[in-house]
């Protein structure tokens, strides 16, 4: 598993699931793009995107068709608040698909764990074998108190904190935290069937995807289709952020000390509270993250940007690279949380991302899942 611990000052809880502010660091690693590039004597592939349900293929339950097209994936010119790993814009075009329209709930997850009795990352004892793969090398062992099967929760504040880079003084490992007791030990989900899933992992998600006959969305697809029927702006519903309460589950007041609770929710919400975007996608902003396919490199948007060239389904780096987390294997989640906060990366713009390790989960990451036409029986 991947967490960095804070023992006695010694150790630092081993995740960026909630950074959301980017270091300046100078990168000199290259991505490697495995995205298929149309070259200028191919252009013609671009008039074979699938844009409407084809003759015979009927609509999965719980999904809704995206149609296929053309979009500018990145940072918006008129976002202010675009991190440096959300640029440059580049020209993306993707496939039709069909996607669900909301998160997994728990709902949902507690009949797959029920029909294949799969066992969640945060449920298993921790390996420090593989630990410590990802750890710079002479990392000492963590106490065994802390080294037991359990999740990244949060905590509010009592004080304000001037130094939102630190996660650490919000973010805390809770020994028995998983999709059953979000909270730890004491905690439920009853009557929160129609709550998101959280303190999934990646491998988690991959597994439920495969259950159901599915798989994860590409970081184009889940932003194309996140945006709707809306062109450049920041938020799926358009740029206007002062009714943000009325759109999206997100962290009103002073991040992390005070929530004014204004959206009606301090923790997540039931899926369906707030209004769908127009493909009648609902949360893809707030609520809680949701994982994509794509490995997260940081050079990756730059590489696109370069070709000059659009990009046909594009699948993302072919592996990761983060500076600032060297040692860890991350994928790419979007859409920003309940915990999300304009003073504090305002990720429920679309074009916000983040990389997460793999094995990571916490309070405030889940996921939805999307099919391919041909990933569909007619």
Same mark, same amino acid.
């Given at each position: 598993?991947?967490?960095?611990?804070?023992?006695?000052?010694?150790?630092?809880?081993?995740?960026?699931?909630?950074? $959301?502010?980017?270091?300046?660091?100078?990168?000199?690693?290259?991505?490697?793009?495995?995205?298929?590039?149309?070259?200028?004597?191919?252009?013609?592939?671009?008039?074979?995107?699938?844009?409407?349900?084809?003759?015979?293929?009927?609509?999965?339950?719980?999904?809704?068709?995206?149609?296929?097209?053309?979009?500018?994936?990145?940072?918006?010119?008129?976002?202010?608040?675009?991190?440096?790993?959300?640029?440059?814009?580049?020209?993306?075009?993707?496939?039709?698909?069909?996607?669900?329209?909301?998160?997994?709930?728990?709902?949902?997850?507690?009949?797959?764990?029920?029909?294949?009795?799969?066992?969640?990352?945060?449920?298993?004892?921790?390996?420090?074998?593989?630990?410590?793969?990802?750890?710079?090398?002479?990392?000492?062992?963590?106490?065994?108190?802390?080294?037991?099967?359990?999740?990244?929760?949060?905590?509010?504040?009592?004080?304000?904190?001037?130094?939102?880079?630190?996660?650490?003084q919000w973010w805390k490992w809770t020994?028995?935290?998983?999709?059953?007791?979000?909270?730890?030990?004491?905690?439920?989900?009853?009557?929160?069937?129609?709550?998101?899933?959280?303190?999934?992992?990646?491998?988690?998600?991959?597994?439920? $995807?495969?259950?159901?006959?599915?798989?994860?969305?590409?970081?184009?697809?889940?932003?194309?289709?996140a945006r709707g029927t809306k062109e450049?702006?920041?938020?799926?519903?358009?740029?206007?952020?002062?009714?943000?309460?009325?759109?999206?589950?997100?962290?009103?007041?002073?991040?992390?000390?005070?929530?004014?609770?204004?959206?009606?929710?301090?923790?997540?919400?039931?899926?369906?509270?707030?209004?769908?975007?127009?493909?009648?996608?609902?949360?893809?902003?707030?609520?809680?993250?949701?994982?994509?396919?794509?490995?997260?490199?940081?050079?990756?948007?730059?590489?696109?940007?370069?070709?000059?060239?659009?990009?046909?389904?594009?699948?993302?780096?072919?592996?990761?690279?983060?500076?600032?987390?060297?040692?860890?294997?991350?994928?790419?989640?979007?859409?920003?949380?309940?915990? $999300?906060?304009?003073?504090?990366?305002?990720?429920?713009?679309?074009?916000?991302?983040?990389?997460?390790?793999?094995?990571?989960?916490?309070?405030?990451?889940?996921?939805?899942?999307?099919?391919?036409?041909?990933?569909?029986?007619k």
């Open positions: 598993m991947n967490y960095r611990f804070k023992v006695l000052g010694a150790f630092l809880i081993l995740s960026v699931l909630i950074q $959301c502010k980017e270091k300046n660091k100078k990168t000199t690693e290259v991505a490697t793009s495995a995205t298929e590039i149309v070259k200028k004597e191919e252009k013609i592939a671009l008039d074979h995107i699938i844009k409407e349900v084809p003759k015979g293929v009927v609509t999965p339950s719980g999904m809704v068709w995206i149609p296929g097209g053309k979009f500018n994936q990145g940072a918006v010119a008129q976002d202010n608040g675009a991190m440096k790993h959300e640029k440059p814009a580049h020209k993306v075009a993707v496939d039709g698909f069909f996607m669900d329209i909301t998160e997994v709930t728990n709902a949902q997850f507690k009949k797959f764990t029920k029909a294949t009795g799969y066992i969640t990352v945060a449920e298993r004892e921790i390996d420090w074998g593989e630990m410590k793969k990802q750890l710079p090398e002479g990392t000492p062992k963590p106490h065994d108190s802390i080294m037991q099967p359990g999740s990244l929760t949060f905590k509010k504040s009592k004080t304000s904190v001037p130094n939102l880079y630190d996660f650490s020994v028995g935290a998983n999709w059953r007791q979000p909270l730890g030990p004491g905690s439920s989900i009853k009557g929160k069937d129609d709550h998101p899933v959280v303190h999934i992992s990646y491998e988690d998600a991959q597994v439920y $995807c495969k259950w159901i006959g599915r798989r994860l969305p590409t970081e184009a697809e889940w932003e194309y289709a450049n702006t920041l938020f799926f519903w358009g740029d206007d952020s002062s009714n943000l309460d009325k759109k999206a589950n997100t962290w009103e007041g002073e991040f992390p000390k005070t929530n004014t609770k204004k959206d009606g929710f301090e923790a997540t919400a039931p899926v369906k509270t707030y209004p769908p975007n127009g493909y009648g996608l609902y949360d893809v902003a707030g609520n809680v993250w949701e994982w994509t396919s794509d490995w997260y490199n940081v050079n990756y948007y730059q590489e696109l940007a370069n070709t000059k060239e659009i990009a046909v389904n594009p699948k993302g780096a072919l592996k990761s690279y983060n500076p600032t987390m060297p040692y860890a294997k991350e994928k790419i989640i979007k859409g920003g949380s309940f915990l $999300c906060n304009v003073s504090y990366c305002a990720s429920y713009r679309l074009s916000s991302r983040m990389g997460t390790s793999l094995d990571s989960s916490a309070e405030h990451i889940g996921f939805r899942t999307v099919a391919s036409v041909k990933e569909v029986k």
